[in-house]
């Protein structure tokens, strides 16, 4: 046992995992961090914590980190290390040099979920005032972008519902498409509490996640449907409430557009759209259908929580509004213990949505193509903007190949492990003349970087992050930073080295900034967060203390919208060749790719990613618990432990994607959502044959 000894001062900052947003005490003997300690008055986590926040700190003081700049003219040659004065001349000599040949649009930059609302700001400000093109996109896109279409559409707004306290007078609790004692087990370990009071629970979810039997609870309902049937169960379900006569009109009426609930609630009555007529699709028994959506419309206040299961797919912003239209139907939005709540993966995703890293918006999810919202900016900045929203991820990469799009500039992802199909993005950076990567890591994209230049973590620095419940909480600086600079103080020095006259000296007055642009932040400021700990947007004028719970008297587009959603067959297949359909998911003690719950220093970190597959599709190919198996698709193909379990059904296999080894993106598809292009990681059809090991 290691002595910790007697901290000598601390400093109550924000956990830098997951979208919960737990608050901590960080206990310093001179420089070195010694103990992350929950604290009591933290508003998201009452003093509680996980394993990742509490212990999975090492990442930051880990060999592995970077701390010098490095450059290279092509991705061929070895890596110089230079000075910070040289990184940043090059990087701007080469910006201009591509803006003078190619034009601004040949520029463009991704904005990082892990970095501070701050950060991220201005980045997408650099893009758009500095590159000069709305090629601007968040790591967001990947998984969260479809609950930012399907909210808006519907509500009008691109966040979740509730506070995390709602939970505690929910009665039904709905779950689809997350696994919250695992990737959200602070929140998970309150969900708990409340269905060990007597909560009823409704899972939907291809795999038995440790919810639905766990010690003293036991769900009312887990409809194991087949991975990409989502909008098929969820219009079943409306379609036993609408026919038989459970539906809220009082509320409809009330608070909705009328003639769109007759549109939707005439589609989904459809006896196409019955559980019995569905069955052969989404797998899963009818009455369990009927009796989820009975119980979900009578037994009281019904609460939908989800995650990435229901956004990383083909129909995933039309899942989004499936959810959205089941809530409204029931009457289930605008009071404590209801509404539509997105479980966010990444500490700041909210936060990077909310701050204008999306191609087509600014701050406060304002489309660019709106003059008076531009204007408001372009006074600010004293800048011109281009008025067309740019490109997504996806798209920039495209037009890497096709040689229109030649420089990125990445700040905290690493979009060859984390986005879909790799070979794809490997093709795409490799295309482009600049490649910038700021990470705290020599990441897996930095094989394709002509620039890297070195990251900070959340212990060294100021700002704020926006957890899943809208709660803006301060980041605070507890150690200086290894590398010299803070994230926003880097992307500065490079906006001054192109030219520009930023002269920002603490991130308090980058929030004076947002707040000024942004009318859901406009009550926001540093000094408040410090005296008040958080504040949930918006807060303004209506709002001066800020909303636990949005649309109470009413819906911020007005009237709430039914939007029809018909389900549409996924395109990818299986079939002789591919006859399993694999889908993913995270251990509570790792975190996405593992790039920190990896580099914690603590034995109690190693893990492996494996393959769950079902005794029935694991004898039939003569495999059992520990031997390696061959996962193929029409992509590509990896090699992992099998784990034979009954969490899965036959025909579906899981894995998750915590190791590079697993390279679980190397066989994931390019299809992705219709309307956001989120890609479609949770249905791949794979094969799988018996292996000698990686
Ligand atoms: Fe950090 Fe999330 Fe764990 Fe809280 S639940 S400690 S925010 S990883």
Redesign the pocket.
């Known amino acids: 046992v290691k002595e910790i000894g007697k901290p000598e001062r601390a400093v109550v900052t924000t956990?830098a995992?997951?979208g919960?947003?737990?608050t901590f005490r960080a206990e310093m003997r001179g420089e070195q961090l010694v103990r992350m300690v929950p604290w009591k008055e933290g508003k998201a986590?009452r003093g509680h914590?996980?394993v990742?926040?509490?212990f999975a700190y090492g990442y930051a003081s880990h060999q592995d980190r970077v701390l010098n700049p490095m450059i290279r003219d092509s991705i061929d040659l070895p890596w110089r290390e230079v000075s910070w004065d040289e990184a940043l001349r090059y990087t701007a000599d080469k910006v201009r040099q591509i803006k003078a040949e190619s034009g601004a649009r040949a520029l463009g930059g991704i904005t990082s979920s892990r970095c501070t609302n701050e950060e991220t700001f201005l980045v997408q400000k650099l893009i758009r005032a500095g590159f000069g093109a709305n090629n601007v996109d968040t790591c967001a896109r990947v998984c969260h972008s479809p609950t930012g279409y399907g909210l808006s559409q519907t509500f009008g707004t691109s966040a979740g519902t509730q506070d995390f306290d709602s939970v505690m007078d929910s009665d039904v609790i709905m779950v689809i498409g997350a696994n919250p004692t695992d990737a959200?087990?602070?929140?998970g370990s309150r969900m708990k509490r409340r269905l060990r009071q007597g909560a009823k629970l409704i899972v939907i979810d291809p795999r038995r996640i440790d919810l639905v039997r766990s010690p003293n609870i036991q769900a009312d309902y887990h409809l194991p449907l087949q991975p990409g049937t989502n909008v098929a169960v969820l219009t079943s379900i409306a379609h036993v409430i609408v026919t038989e006569g459970l539906a809220d009109e009082a509320f409809i009426r009330e608070r909705c557009d009328w003639d769109e609930y007759q549109d939707w609630a005439a589609f989904v009555s459809d006896p196409k759209n019955s559980p019995e007529f569905l069955e052969a699709v989404t797998r899963v028994p009818a009455e369990a259908v009927r009796g989820a959506a009975r119980l979900f419309a009578t037994g009281g206040n019904g609460a939908i929580y989800y995650g990435l299961g229901v956004t990383e797919h083909s129909q995933g912003s039309s899942t989004v509004m499936s959810i959205a239209n089941l809530a409204m139907a029931t009457g289930n939005i605008g009071r404590r213990g209801v509404g539509v709540n997105p479980l966010r993966g990444q500490?700041n995703v909210q936060g990077s949505c909310d701050m204008g890293s999306f191609p087509h918006e600014l701050s406060g999810y304002r489309h660019i193509s709106d003059g008076a919202t531009r204007k408001l900016f372009e006074d600010d900045w004293g800048v011109k903007l281009d008025s067309e929203p740019g490109l997504r991820i996806p798209n920039m990469l495209d037009a890497a190949v096709d040689g229109t799009f030649r420089g990125i500039y990445i700040q905290g992802e690493d979009i060859l492990q984390s986005d879909p199909d790799t070979k794809h993005v490997s093709a795409g950076l490799a295309a482009m003349d600049l490649v910038i990567v700021q990470d705290l890591f020599l990441n897996e994209t930095a094989n394709y970087a002509h620039v890297f230049l070195p990251g900070s973590t959340f212990l060294e620095k100021d700002g704020t992050f926006t957890n899943a419940e809208r709660r803006i909480q301060p980041v605070r600086k507890v150690m200086e930073p290894a590398n010299g600079y803070a994230d926003w103080e880097v992307t500065q020095l490079l906006a001054n080295a192109m030219g520009l006259d930023w002269n920002y000296t603490h991130p308090s007055q980058i929030l004076a900034e947002i707040a000024r642009l942004t009318p859901t932040f406009t009550g926001v400021s540093w000094e408040r967060l410090n005296a008040e700990g958080s504040l949930q947007w918006p807060v303004n004028d209506k709002f001066p203390d800020g909303a636990p719970i949005m649309h109470v008297d009413g819906f911020v587009r007005g009237k709430g919208k039914f939007i029809v959603t018909e389900y549409v067959p996924t395109d990818e297949k299986t079939g002789p060749r591919f006859p399993l359909l694999l889908t993913t998911g995270r251990i509570l003690s790792q975190y996405n790719v593992g790039a920190q719950t990896r580099r914690t220093g603590n034995v109690a970190w190693h893990s492996e990613d494996v393959l769950e597959m079902h005794a029935t599709d694991a004898e039939n190919r003569g495999l059992k618990s520990g031997d390696w198996a061959k996962l193929s698709s029409r992509t590509g193909d990896t090699t992992l432990r099998v784990q034979v379990t009954d969490r899965v059904a036959p025909g579906v296999v899981y894995t998750t994607f915590h190791h590079p080894t697993t390279q679980a993106n190397v066989v994931t598809t390019d299809f992705s959502d219709w309307a956001t292009n989120c890609p479609e990681y949770k249905v791949t059809a794979v094969q799988i044959t018996p292996s000698n090991g990686p």
Do not use: A, D, L
Not at 184 to 187: A, E, I, N, R
């Open positions: 956990c995992y997951c919960v947003g737990c986590n914590s996980c990742k926040g509490r959200h087990p602070v929140f500490n």
